[in-house]
């Protein structure tokens, strides 16, 4: 067989199907348990349980000097977590920031962001250290094996799994994570609200959730802000799924002149960062767009104290149906998904309420009961010792005795330990005896040989008493802790009040039944209007006064003029054959020399791609009937009526693929149509003979061409009124020319 040719024994075949599956699920699991979703134990997701026991093992205590946040990072990547420093640092700005977090885990020092969306400043820039909450409640057991530790990802460390923490940190501080086919969304409640429930819990573990929820009203943000669906708070808590409806927090302020300021001093949990900016623009849309004539100014005078976002009204505006259209139109009012998706027993589960207090509470007494196990452990040990240590302070002299008769330590220990006498010198024979009966432990007869001398001082022997005193005292408690879950759930009850005391703050966020916003718009008084629009396609109104005072300069300045209703619209079509409907209220109304808006801002038009053939106003349009002419010579007539439409955009007319509207006109006293060709042919035939259509139909052909021919102008005539027009170097009467038949050839005009 050749060297280069793998045998068949070697070859695994295997369905490729089976193969991705099973490779996708793989990654998916380790996107849900090892990076996105926070364990339900410790509330923490893996970037931020290693970045916190990084900073531990560092010892950057609450109390010592801030450090570096760059060593931290460059010191938690080096260890425990080698998926980049962007990730580690952003876990590390999040827990420095008390607008996102209820109960802020880390204590930062320089530019930590800002609510308003800043970013914050490089990691060489800033310092962090513990909070003085995340040392007494999160890390400080980790020293009595509470938690099982496991190896880091290149071995050469231990790191936790979980962390002993002994409060319910994913209700406090809540958690948001997207996973592959699941995310997470867990709001913050108040610390002191779910530690009173959770001692309810332990104290009653068949309580309900409604009745738990006599403790936890329902979320509590860091903005604040109101929940308006309280209602709907128990279902959500019940399933761990809903959606929980919230408001800003606005004051009515009384200004100069009469005038009304509306202070927004919270805002809803969803619009931190750059959605602030997006409300202030939103609020400055809903003016331009004409949705309320109310707002005179708008000014975010937010700072470190907190939001303040004052919006400056008219005398006369109506203040509460104000409120209530920024809570329709903007995200003053939003919604908060939520789904409280957690690892549960190494799965994702989504918990209801009381799944995840049993799920902490059961962690609270697995982490106590190894705590005080081993607690015990170390006292029995002690025991062990101190009474090794009394025993040999009463008999003393026969141990001193036996230490200047051995040869060796061994020697020694062996009698202490098993009443070997060989080989050791005596003084006396009841020595001797004396000595076969001591029957030491070997840790006692450790201590015994490192003994110093002035622990036979009178003192040093009584506080050695007093020691093993202490000692059996806590054997006795830590056995009944163990044996008693009574006695474990009191001490855990009691961390938790010491907790509550030390920690709790008030309530930010009300929790109430809201009304559903109900805004009504201002009746908007119907009136006449004069449309001007220039030849460069800039539009505006005006009222018909200030038309009538600048009348010839309105006519001289504006390529269209024409009056409308302001509450109207506008019938723009192209030669590309659509019809571009525009509300009249979209356009600037007010002086005359203002300059207007572009027509393509306000409308689907394109000036680019497209020409303006006719404009006018839909009432105008309703009442007549439209000729279309198109430069193959292709015509029909069609009732103004239908394009009475609400789209804003939709085609006027069908047209073939190299064919383009030249002319569009209403019919009013016009009696002939007259058109010319670009090779010089004109036909003038009656109007009659063209036929009504549908607005989706071609036409008839109105003239025949030659074959690189097409339509250049159309004109109209009537009865008794002669119309010329300039053709080559004279002067044409269109009324001469011989009246035919539509789908003629017309005839040719020399010049």
Not at 187 to 199: F, G, Q, R
Not at 433 to 444: H, V
Request: net charge neutral; hydrophobic share 40%; with cysteine.
């Amino acid at each position: 067989m050749d060297g280069d040719t793998m045998s068949d024994d070697r070859i695994i075949k295997t369905e490729y199907s089976e193969v991705m599956q099973k490779s996708f699920i793989d990654y998916a699991m380790s996107v849900i348990i090892a990076r996105a979703i926070p364990d339900v134990r410790d509330g923490l997701k893996p970037v931020q349980r290693r970045t916190l026991y990084d900073m531990h093992e560092l010892g950057i205590r609450y109390d010592k000097p801030y450090r570096k946040s760059a060593r931290i990072v460059g010191d938690t990547m080096g260890k425990y977590h080698p998926h980049g420093d962007s990730s580690i640092y952003e876990a590390l700005v999040v827990m420095t920031q008390d607008f996102k977090k209820g109960l802020p885990l880390v204590d930062g020092h320089g530019n930590f962001g800002n609510i308003e969306g800043d970013g914050a400043a490089a990691m060489r820039y800033t310092e962090a250290r513990l909070a003085k909450v995340t040392q007494e409640a999160y890390l400080a057991d980790l020293d009595k094996d509470v938690v099982d530790f496991g190896p880091n990802f290149d071995e050469t460390e231990k790191e936790p799994t979980v962390l002993p923490v002994k409060i319910p940190n994913i209700l406090i501080n809540g958690s948001e994570g997207i996973a592959v086919g699941m995310t997470t969304s867990i709001p913050p409640h108040n610390l002191a609200e779910v530690i009173d429930a959770t001692k309810a819990y332990m104290l009653d573990e068949n309580i309900t959730t409604r009745e738990l929820m006599r403790y936890i009203k329902g979320p509590d943000f860091p903005t604040g802000g109101i929940v308006t669906n309280q209602d709907d708070l128990l279902e959500i808590y019940e399933t761990g799924v809903g959606k929980i409806k919230l408001r800003g927090k606005v004051e009515v302020e009384k200004a100069k002149g009469g005038k009304v300021n509306l202070v927004i001093t919270e805002i809803p949990y969803t619009m931190i960062g750059a959605n602030i900016a997006k409300f202030l623009s939103d609020v400055a849309a809903l003016s331009e767009t004409k949705k309320t004539q109310d707002i005179v100014d708008i000014s975010n005078q937010s700072s470190k104290e907190g939001i303040r976002i004052v919006i400056e009204l008219r005398k006369d505006a109506d203040v509460e149906n104000f409120k209530n259209l920024l809570y329709k139109k903007t995200r003053l009012e939003d919604t908060f998904g939520v789904n409280m998706l957690a690892i549960a027993g190494g799965r994702p589960e989504v918990m209801g309420l009381k799944s995840i207090i049993k799920a902490c509470v059961d962690f609270q007494y697995e982490v106590a009961t190894r705590k005080y196990t081993n607690l015990l452990a170390k006292e029995l040990d002690r025991k062990e010792v101190q009474e090794g240590l009394i025993k040999a302070c009463n008999v003393i002299d026969l141990i001193i005795e036996i230490l200047r008769g051995s040869k060796d330590r061994n020697m020694a220990k062996n009698c202490l330990v098993n009443g070997e006498i060989e080989g050791i010198k005596f003084k006396s024979k009841e020595s001797k005896i004396m000595a076969t009966q001591l029957m030491f432990t070997e840790k006692q007869a450790n201590a015994i040989l490192e003994m110093r001398l002035y622990k036979l001082i009178g003192l040093e022997i009584e506080a050695l008493i007093n020691e093993h005193e202490e000692t059996m005292a806590n054997i006795f408690r830590y056995e009944d802790i163990l044996e008693r879950r009574d006695s474990m759930a009191q001490v855990i009850m009691n961390e938790l009040e010491n907790f509550k005391k030390e920690y709790k703050r008030a309530r930010r966020t009300a929790i109430e039944n809201a009304e559903e916003a109900v805004y009504k718009e201002k009746e908007l008084e119907e009136m006449d209007v004069m449309f001007l629009m220039d030849r460069f396609g800039y539009a505006k109104t005006v009222d018909i006064p200030t038309y009538d005072r600048n009348k010839e300069a309105a006519d001289s300045e504006n390529k269209y003029v024409f009056k409308c209703k302001n509450t109207g619209k506008i019938c723009l079509f192209t030669d590309a054959g659509q019809l571009h409907m525009i509300k009249v209220l979209d356009l600037p109304f007010g002086k005359f020399r203002d300059k207007g808006i572009p027509i393509d801002n306000v409308s689907n038009f394109s000036s680019e791609k497209e020409n303006m053939v006719f404009i006018t106003n839909q009432t105008q349009l309703n009442l007549c009937r439209v000729i279309f002419v198109t430069k193959n010579a292709m015509m029909k007539v069609v009732d103004g009526g239908e394009f009475d439409v609400s789209k804003r955009t939709v085609a006027a007319t069908k047209l073939m693929d190299d064919d383009r509207v030249l002319s569009i006109v209403c019919i009013q006293d016009q009696k002939n149509v007259v058109l010319q060709s670009k090779d010089g042919y004109f036909l003038r035939f009656p109007i009659d003979e063209i036929p009504e259509k549908k607005k989706a139909a071609i036409g008839v052909r109105g003239m025949k061409l030659g074959e690189k021919d097409e339509l250049e102008a159309v004109y109209y005539t009537q009865n008794g009124v002669e119309v010329e027009i300039p053709y080559k170097s004279k002067q044409l009467v269109l009324n001469t020319i011989k009246l035919g038949k539509r789908d003629g050839k017309g005839i040719k005009v020399r010049g």
